[in-house]
């Protein structure tokens, strides 16, 4: 078997940023120096050397999603998942530790947040801890 044929579909890049002497290699610099532009001029398309060509606007965490990813995971957790999602099992510690984050959560913005913000995390909560009682309730019957 031919070894060049073997290698020539192998390539190897070294991407660490220093040489052996603890310097840092030139080609490394300009790299992160055109990805630091990147990232200030995010509608511009990086030039040439094979990266990727698409803008990615990576759209922000606002604080009323993410509220709501931690109660829809507290409401899984109760086994209130949609039918397909295999939903039907109950861990109830691991929602009391979904509730009791989202009540840290609360405590720690207190002042923070906006009308609608406050609001929402207060209604989310009471609906949770009811949901939470009545499942618990019902185990312990």
Sequence with gaps: MDNQKD???FKVTDKRLFDEEGE??????KKNNS???QEEEPNTVPDGDGESHQNHQTKQVEFSSFVLSLAT???VQ???????????TENLDA????IDILAMLKEKT?????ADESKLITDI???LRMKFVSKNKAIQL
């Design 35 to 37: 990805a630091n532009r």
């Design 125 to 127: 909560l009471y609906e």
């Design 110 to 114: 207190t002042g923070n947040l906006n």
């Design 73 to 75: 995971t507290a409401l």
């Design 24 to 29: 840092i290699r030139e080609h490394r610099m």
């Design 95 to 98: 929602a009391r530790q979904m």
């Design 7 to 9: 290698r020539s579909n």
């Design 78 to 88: 109760m086994g209130e998942g949609p039918q397909e999602s295999n939903a039907g």
